[in-house]
């Protein structure tokens, strides 16, 4: 069982990786592992959508533009984010990071501008994209000063954001996931007697 890598909504279901993931093992070699030694067929959503690849699939907010071919398809991406701000709580202080750039992104939600729901996406798109090059720089900054704890809340900003905005599969996803699992096991994981964890982890630490 493969996992397209978002965040989790309350009392929803929690899977996990058997063998092999979307973003670096095909299909068909996913499902024979599975069938050789657990015994059964995977129908999780990667393996139901056929995922493409890590390296073929979005990586940046705008890369969805292409999909958003008419005003229809532009009116129910916008209602389904609005839904998903209810179910993820995207406010300033769940989100902190997105603060400066969430009257921006409510104006556009809004629709009420004279200009159409396709112009409305793309311009959130764009607002994202600096959303994401405001927080990895600062992501940068905090790895520099060693707090493990502020890397470790912006990765999980982002990994909502992406979520709220965003349906797998993306890259966004993927690159979020590992980046929260090596701050977890940064953070919390185990080490050998007498070894420092500055030592191991110096960038982070």
């Known amino acids: 069982m493969t996992v397209a890598s978002r965040c989790i909504a ?8 058997y063998q092999g993931h979307f973003g670096d093992t095909t299909k068909e070699a996913r499902q024979q592992i ?22 073929e699939i979005p ?9 958003m071919v008419n005003e229809e398809v532009c009116m129910s991406y916008i209602k389904e984010v609005k839904e998903k701000i209810t179910m993820f709580t995207f ?33 959130i798109l764009k607002i994202l994209d600096d959303y994401r090059e405001s927080i990895n720089n600062e992501l940068k900054l905090m790895i520099e000063m060693k707090n493990i704890d ?25 690159s979020g996931r590992a980046a929260i699992v090596e701050c977890l096991w940064v953070k919390y994981g185990s080490i050998s007697y007498g070894t420092s964890r500055t030592g191991l982890f110096g960038t982070y630490m």
């Open 59 to 67: 990586d940046t907010f705008s890369d969805m533009a292409h999909m």
């Open 34 to 55: 599975l069938e050789d030694v657990f015994h059964f067929r995977c129908r999780c959503t990667a393996c139901v959508n056929n995922f493409p690849l890590a390296n």
């Open 150 to 174: 502020a890397v470790l809340q912006l990765h999980c900003d982002k990994q909502k954001i992406a979520s709220i905005f965003l349906s797998p599969p993306h890259r966004m996803f993927l």
């Open 10 to 17: 309350k009392g929803e279901e929690i899977c996990h990786i």
């Open 91 to 123: 406010d300033a202080n769940s989100i902190k990071s997105i603060s400066k750039f969430e009257k921006l992104l409510v104006a556009e939600l809004d629709c009420s501008q004279a200009q159409s729901s396709q112009q409305n996406v793309f311009n």
